[in-house]
T-cell receptor
Framework: DGGITQSPKYLFRKEGQNVTLSCEQNLNHDAMYWYRQDPGQGLRLIYYSQIVNDFQKGDIAEGYSVSREKKESFPLTVTSAQKNPTAFYLC???????????FGPGTRLTVT | DAKTTQPNSMESNEEEPVHLPCNHSTISGTDYIHWYRQLPSQGPEYVIHGLTSNVNNRMASLAIAEDRKSSTLILHRATLRDAAVYYCILSPTVNSGNTPLVFGKGTRLSVIA
């Protein structure tokens, strides 16, 4: 089955720790994205990547970092510099920006 | 970036049609209109998209105004499983380095049994 996997579904961390969220796709998509969603809000773009070894900041990149060493993988690191990291994180991929985006099931991160 | 305006929430009775409106008065001639929906605690899923003509698929229909400044997502018979947040989004037809899809707050659809 083709799709996007995110792990883990729920993640708990102490304040001050960096944490890396996994995103893998086997759809052979070039573009991948990370979004953040807070309760009752829409999705906000953190980072996106159009091709391997290249990525761009989205609207709220501060406190986050990404890498794109393989086409299939686009991990997101939430650093200790992110002031309010508790949120629902969604990864997506698409053939390119104009095409349908496929979303993963999301990771709910709680930092205390 | 061309923006969209949607009502915050709408309510429908089960088994009745639902018309979800979206205004996009600054749409450019090459922007696609996309609709996604997000069920509770899940990632969004694609519903439908169109450019100028009305579109139908197994999930919904998309009616696009002649001037393209507004569109309407039509669910022909709402079910309880259609309760979700529906997002109307514009995207360019050609990937020329533009930023990807921008998701607003969408419309929260409640379906009453």
């Amino acid at each position: 089955d083709g799709g996007i996997t995110q792990s883990p579904k729920y993640l708990f961390r102490k304040e001050g720790q960096n944490v890396t969220l996994s995103c893998e796709q086997n759809l052979n998509h070039d573009a991948m994205y990370w979004y953040r969603q807070d309760p009752g809000q829409g999705l906000r773009l953190i980072y996106y990547s159009q091709i391997v070894n290249d990525f761009q900041k989205g609207d709220i990149a501060e406190g986050y970092s990404v890498s794109r060493e393989k086409k299939e993988s686009f991990p997101l690191t939430v650093t200790s510099a992110q002031k309010n990291p508790t949120a629902f994180y969604l990864c997506a991929s698409s053939t390119d920006f104009s095409y349908e985006q496929y979303f993963g099931p999301g990771t709910r991160l709680t930092v205390t | 970036d061309a923006k969209t305006t949607q009502p915050n929430s709408m309510e429908s009775n089960e088994e009745e049609p639902v018309h979800l409106p979206c205004n996009h008065s600054t749409i450019s001639g090459t922007d696609y209109i996309h609709w996604y929906r997000q069920l509770p605690s899940q990632g969004p899923e694609y519903v439908i998209h169109g450019l100028t003509s009305n579109v139908n698929n197994r999930m919904a229909s998309l009616a696009i105004a002649e001037d393209r400044k507004s569109s309407t997502l039509i669910l022909h018979r709402a079910t309880l499983r259609d309760a979700a947040v529906y997002y109307c989004i514009l995207s360019p037809t050609v990937n020329s380095g533009n930023t990807p899809l921008v998701f607003g707050k969408g419309t929260r659809l409640s379906v009453i049994a």
